[in-house]
């Protein structure tokens, strides 16, 4: 008996547990059949659904007319972004949760579509079509089973009382109407407060769905205080200011703060303008429920304990990535430290924080930038803006100076190529910190000390000092380190610890470590030494080099109508119209003139065709980390490793992005935008541009001449060098 309950126990485990996380993970992709949002008529099913409406004789069903439409879109645009997973194992999770809560309305169950949406918020989103959106962010924060069930208890809630319709009435209507000279502050806490009545609502309403469960009642109230408390790590673990450290190596105290900022409680905070109410009272509401109830044998898991760990983790895992994606090393970083904790040999995690480190290093040279437009405004943010255990490494990164955190960086990851040695992703970022270390002015002999040699039956003052001698040998200074143990060391720089026992023990280590020196006389420590050459240095004369592009992948070309004289600005249903044919404009031109145009748009697949929106995923992430940086640089795309087998399977490194938008303003003028970019993901860049403005409107055959005219000047493409 004892047999067969193992064996059922571990094709329970093995039915879910794809992925060994004690090992690696690999990041989360859709599978299976797609849904019919792919491939159906998105103009279609806007029209059924509005003779639909017009059948009910519903009021405002002009205003509702509008948000079909645009509801329509916007969800085809979530499912199709490349966020969205399709068929993985945390969306079959969500599911299996949704019919735990909805085990006596199966009905209410199949009028939802649940997925998983891969961002790093913590957030979930209901639209009145039964698309129900769970971010990564809020999956990776929930500490129970239960906690989640309420969560997604709430989602649906707000999808059976018709919130979001409702809503997009209510404050249309706001905006129409300028009555008693109201502000536009005056609307805006106008509108929060009629959002916050919805929220108040749903919580309600997912309370009595938990009512419908065995779940514990005191979870939906400890939700709040995951919403409450989102913006710290999933778990807080301290930092342990000897994470670093090892040997003789130790980063001194005055790095590390000796106490770090305790919690803000903004529970009770002002939500005048805010779309929901503070937790604070939201709390209260649901407590005052728990109160009235039994909650005696209520349980906080009832699929099991294992397998939401199992899928909170790869949660977790995933979402290092997307702090990546989004150039926010520092929470990447401890994501994967607290991670680290429970899965010390996992890969994935030494690639996450080696990245880290590499990035890390680069934004301390003053080579990776952030912008206004970027994900973190105003680049990392300031240790005292950190609460809690999280804090004690943003201080560190500040504290640091800048030489000493490329030292620090190298050996951390260097030392994770030694723990992963066929790992090829470390092994490139320790090559490129290597790689930075030879453009600065420091060597071996820079970490040699100056040692005295202990003779007790002399005076200390007799004792003699050995310095180290200009254009003293590699080798030699090999073999000072090694005898270094015998000594004691009368340079207290701390750094100078750090490689010892690579330069003694990994021949690889040194052979790659630069032999010299400061050349300049200087200790090699001050400031960098770029290698850079100057742009005075460069020949005035321009030169070029023809580019044989003959192949290139359309990635989801754009095509926008608005027109502000009309109550539905955005013409959503025209605007598709327009992209169809934009598309096979482009295509046409492509084949008049031998050139190659793979089309990579979800909007264009086939229900079996889920590795072309899997790929449009690898490609768009690329893209979006890219498009974070400032304008023209090439700072590294750090959240993917799979653009290589991208360029690969289509055959070209090259990627075409274009578009057009037809304006027509309030007074009737009509303007039409045309762009175009190539960009070439093996270079990191882009290397041709195209933005024009033409009077008019979007004519067939201004349309047909630029989409030729693209083509054509790919083709015979040219770059200045």
């Known amino acids: ?366 080579d990776l930038r952030y912008d206004s437009d970027s994900y973190l405004e105003n680049g990392i943010p300031s240790y005292s803006d950190i609460e809690s255990y999280p804090q004690q490494l943003y201080y560190l990164v500040s504290k640091m100076p800048d030489n000493e955190w490329t030292i620090l960086s190298l050996d951390y990851v260097y030392r994770k190529h030694k723990q992963f040695p066929a790992n090829a992703v470390i092994n490139a970022y320790s090559d490129s910190l290597f790689k930075l270390m030879k453009t600065t002015s420091w060597g071996i002999s820079d970490f040699v000390r100056t040692n005295v040699k202990v003779v007790p039956e002399q005076p200390a003052s007799d004792t003699a000092k050995k310095q180290i001698e200009p254009g003293t040998s590699k080798t030699d200074l090999i073999a000072t380190i090694q005898k270094e143990s015998s000594t004691r060391n009368q340079d207290t720089v701390y750094y100078k610890e750090i490689y010892t026992d690579l330069f003694m023990n990994d021949k690889d280590f040194v052979s790659r470590f630069p032999d010299s020196g400061s050349k300049d006389g200087s200790s090699g420590f001050s400031s960098y030494s770029s290698s850079r050459v100057s742009s005075s240095a460069k020949s005035s004369k321009k030169k070029y080099r023809e580019l044989n592009v003959e192949k290139a992948i359309l990635l989801e070309p754009f095509y926008l109508k608005i027109d502000e004289k009309k109550e539905e600005v955005v013409r959503y249903m025209d605007s598709d119209t327009k992209q169809e044919k934009f598309v096979e404009t482009l295509n046409e031109s492509a084949q008049m003139q031998g050139f190659q145009l793979v089309n990579l748009d979800p909007g264009q697949v086939t229900p079996k065709e889920v590795d072309k929106v899997n790929d449009y995923s690898v490609i768009n992430d690329w893209f979006y980390e890219k498009f974070d940086a400032t304008s023209g640089s090439k700072n590294p795309i750090l959240n993917t490793d799979e653009i290589g087998g991208m360029i690969k399977k289509y055959a070209t490194p090259y990627v075409l992005k274009t578009g057009i938008v037809s304006y027509k303003s309030r007074r009737g003028k009509k303007f039409t935008y045309y762009y175009v970019f190539l960009y070439d993901l093996v270079n990191n860049e882009m290397i041709y541009k195209k933005q024009e403005v033409f009077r008019g409107k979007d004519a067939k055959d201004l349309v047909n001449a630029k989409a030729y005219q693209t083509i054509y000047e790919l083709r015979h493409l040219k770059l200045k060098i």
Do not use: W
């Open 1 to 366: 008996m004892k047999k067969i309950l193992l064996l059922f126990s571990l094709s329970g485990i093995l039915a879910y547990g794809q992925q060994n996380l004690k090992e690696n993970f690999s990041p989360l992709k859709s599978s299976g059949t797609l849904p019919d949002i792919f491939t159906q008529n998105i103009r279609n099913l806007i029209k059924d659904d509005i003779t639909e409406l017009n059948r009910q004789k519903e009021e405002d069903r002009g205003i509702k007319s509008n948000y079909l439409a645009a509801a329509n879109y916007e969800i085809a645009r979530i499912v199709k972004s490349g966020n969205t997973l399709i068929n993985d194992e945390v969306t079959d999770y969500l599911n299996e949760l949704a019919a735990v809560l909805l085990k006596t309305n199966p009905g209410l169950k199949s009028q939802l579509h649940i997925y998983t949406y891969k961002s790093p918020v913590v957030n979930a989103y209901s639209y009145d079509k039964g698309y129900i959106f769970i971010d990564i962010g809020l999956i990776a924060q929930a500490e129970t089973e239960a906690q989640l069930a309420y969560i997604l208890a709430h989602e649906i809630s707000h999808y059976v009382k018709k919130h979001n319709i409702d809503g997009y009435v209510k404050y249309t209507k706001i905006d129409k109407n300028n009555y008693d000279g109201k502000t536009n502050e005056d609307k805006l806490i106008e509108k929060c407060q009629y959002s916050k009545e919805h929220e108040s609502e749903a919580d309600l309403e997912g309370f009595r769905i938990i009512e419908q469960t065995n779940y514990d009642f005191r979870q939906a109230e400890k939700a709040f205080d995951v919403l409450q408390y989102a913006h710290l790590p999933f778990e807080l673990v301290e930092f342990k200011k000897t994470y670093f450290n090892h040997g003789d190596y130790k980063i001194p105290e005055a790095y590390f703060l000796k106490e770090v900022s305790s919690i803000r409680n903004n529970s009770a905070e002002d939500d005048t303008k805010h779309t929901h109410p503070n937790t604070a009272r939201r709390k209260q509401a649901i407590g005052e429920l728990i109160a009235k109830r039994s909650n005696t044998g209520r349980v906080n898991y009832i699929i099991g304990k294992e397998k939401f760990d199992y899928i909170r983790d790869l949660s977790r895992m995933e979402l290092c990535r997307l702090y990546l994606k989004n150039r926010d090393y520092l929470n990447a970083f401890y994501a994967g430290y607290i991670l680290e904790q429970k899965y010390p040999q996992n890969q994935y995690l030494a690639e996450i924080m080696s990245k880290c480190m590499y990035a890390l290093t680069l934004y301390a040279r003053g």
